[in-house]
């Protein structure tokens, strides 16, 4: 078993900042990618930014500049740092993780989701 867990998230004024936190745990080989999503209400869940083994890195082109993700593989955890945040940032934050399970077998696992809301 898995288990992928997120924090961070809360209200925060336009262009303020949050750091959201994902750690997983439980039994795997290890973390192939690690990435963040997030859900607008009403909407389909979008990629937001992911990071490779290596450190390679994606950021959807609407966060570009603003969102830095990274990772700490000793603690199998991914942090998102969120910059200049806008009110179409609000969103519900989910947290995905690729383990490596065995020595070839890989799954995806999720986490329960974070509230990120941008309000004055």
């Known amino acids: 078993q898995v288990q992928v867990v997120e924090s961070g998230g809360g209200l925060v004024q336009p262009g303020g900042s949050l750091r959201l936190s994902c750690a997983a745990s439980?039994?795997?080989?290890?973390?192939?990618?690690m990435g963040w999503y997030r859900q607008k209400q009403g909407k389909q869940r979008e990629m937001v930014a992911s990071?490779?083994?290596?450190?390679?890195?994606d950021y959807a082109d609407s966060v570009k500049g603003r969102f830095t993700i990274s990772r700490d593989n000793a603690k199998n955890t991914v942090y998102l740092q969120m910059n200049s945040l806008k009110p179409e940032d609000t969103a519900v934050y989910y947290c995905?993780?690729?383990?490596?399970?065995?020595?070839?077998?890989?799954?995806?696992?999720w986490g329960q989701g974070t509230q990120v809301t941008v309000s004055s």
């Open positions: 990071i490779a083994t290596y450190a390679v890195t």
């Open positions: 439980g039994t795997f080989s290890g973390i192939n990618v």
């Open positions: 995905s993780v690729d383990v490596v399970v065995g020595t070839s077998s890989h799954a995806a696992y």
